[in-house]
């Protein structure tokens, strides 16, 4: 068990990890024709569309309720209603996620009671879309917690209460935000192999998947369909992927009486193995022969690179899960994780984590304790620390603004697992320094009067 220490810092300097809103968003995009809204001032919407739009590289469709002066001071449910109305009227969403911001949150409005007062006053204009909120407040909590809110919201808001009559071949998927746009596509091409019928939310591989468009829609462009969501109650098992998706699996379960298993990570051969064995078991079926032949594939990648990461040290800098997932990896392959910084301190799996400590800070306490490593691993803000200290930059995370593709990249199943393997020795093999022939002399550390001559035992 690790130990989890907090900075105590006054400042943040180069900030690691990224706010609420922005994950609650992110999950919200994650549902077919839906329109996360801001609630707060334009500078909250900025921000998440710049770093949004920067990782993606794709048009994201976020509205805000964009509150003045006034409205700080008086109260915003004026402007909440009226950008309700506006966004129903302009684009017809079938949901409105709401996510609330530091401003509106400080300030302590009555964020449930307004919608149900704006539902009444509004049903018959409203009706066909559904209105989500999630309490966001950028001041606590980062991308995990914003994403499993809006989950949970979406769950709650959604899903009718009740046993429903279940279908055999039917299972629910919550991945946690941490897995990409290629990982979610790979799970619900393995789960089909078995003869299952994935409900995966929130689904960002239908959405964020950098496609052209045959025509332009204001709202998100794919992901999970309202009307599936309603009816996640009739799968016969559900499946949560990272301690961040823990509640929205409780929350469907206390509502469906789905139960459900959660895997802390899909990265690695342990993990996907007890992966494919619940699949096997759900569905009855024996493992296909084409994930066999991934595994395959994984435990000569495995054997190929494992002399690329023994001793190694590496340092990482993400959200907890994504940290519990990069570590075990590491780990697993023989390199020791000296450096461990989450951007979180709220989950229970950093004390999880295979290292000695792990510190919840910023980029600046990385960059502290990383020295002396051979591989820094984070997003693309840890590449100032990066040259700085003359050690490689592995990219992962969000965001990742610097390279391309960010969000077609495998880091999960035996695929992803395989994929990492070889980044990892390609980093390692491109940035190895030969060694000296002084540096190999056996006898360069016996002092100038001995060197190139043997010691002789004193009689």
């Known amino acids: 068990m690790s130990k989890v220490t907090h900075t105590q810092k006054a400042a943040t300097v180069n900030p690691l990890k990224s706010s609420q809103p922005l994950g609650a968003a992110l999950a919200f995009l994650g549902v077919a024709n839906a329109m996360p809204l801001f609630h707060g001032t334009q500078g909250c919407t900025s921000f998440a569309l710049v770093l949004i739009g920067r990782h993606y590289k794709e048009v994201i469709p976020i509205q805000t309720t964009a509150m003045d002066e006034v409205a700080a001071i008086l109260g915003g449910a004026d402007h909440l209603e009226e950008a309700i109305l506006n966004l129903k009227k302009r684009t017809n969403p079938a949901l409105i996620g709401v996510c609330t911001t530091a401003l509106v949150e400080t300030r302590g409005e009555d964020f449930a009671g307004e919608l149900k007062l704006i539902h009444e006053r509004r049903g018959n204009e409203l009706a066909g879309t559904e209105i989500v909120l999630a309490q966001t407040p950028d001041f606590a909590g980062s991308i995990e917690e914003g994403w499993s809110k809006a989950t949970t919201a979406i769950i709650e ?46 689904d960002i591989s239908g959405s964020l998947d950098g496609k052209v468009a045959e025509r332009w829609i204001p709202t998100s462009n794919g992901g999970v369909a309202v009307e599936d969501i309603r009816t996640m109650g009739g799968a016969v098992h559900t499946i949560a992927i990272g ?198 002399d056996p006898f360069r550390d016996h002092g100038d009067t001995h060197v190139g001559r043997p010691q002789t035992a004193a009689h």
């Open 157 to 202: 808001g959604v899903v009718p209460k009740g046993e429903t009559r279940v279908s055999p071949e039917r299972i629910n998927i919550l991945p946690g935000s941490h897995l990409t746009v290629a990982d979610l596509e790979a799970i619900r091409d393995t789960v089909e192999a078995f003869g299952l019928e994935p409900t995966i939310l929130p």
């Open 243 to 440: 301690e961040q998706m823990r509640r929205p699996a409780e929350a469907l379960k206390a509502r469906t009486k789905v139960p459900y298993t959660l895997f802390d990570t899909l990265t690695g051969l342990a993990a996907t193995d007890r992966f494919v064995a619940l699949l096997a078991e759900i569905s009855g079926r024996p493992v296909p022969a084409r994930v066999r032949r991934a595994r395959a594939q994984l435990e000569d990648a495995m054997l190929d690179g494992h002399f690329h990461f023994g001793g190694k040290r590496v340092a990482i800098a993400a959200e907890p899960d994504l940290l519990y997932a990069m570590a075990r990896f590491f780990a697993g392959l023989g390199a020791e994780v000296s450096c461990a910084v989450s951007a979180s301190g709220a989950s229970p799996i950093l004390e999880a984590v295979p290292a000695a400590d792990v510190v919840v800070g910023d980029l600046d306490d990385f960059e502290t304790r990383a020295e002396g490593c051979d591989l820094l691993v984070t997003h693309s803000h840890g590449r100032q620390a990066s040259e700085r200290l003359g050690i490689p930059l592995m990219h992962i995370g969000f965001p990742i603004f610097d390279r391309l593709g960010a969000q077609h990249r495998h880091t999960a199943l035996y695929e992803g697992t395989r994929d990492l393997v070889f980044e990892v020795a390609n980093i390692v093999q491109a940035h190895h320094v030969p060694r000296t022939p002084a540096e190999l």
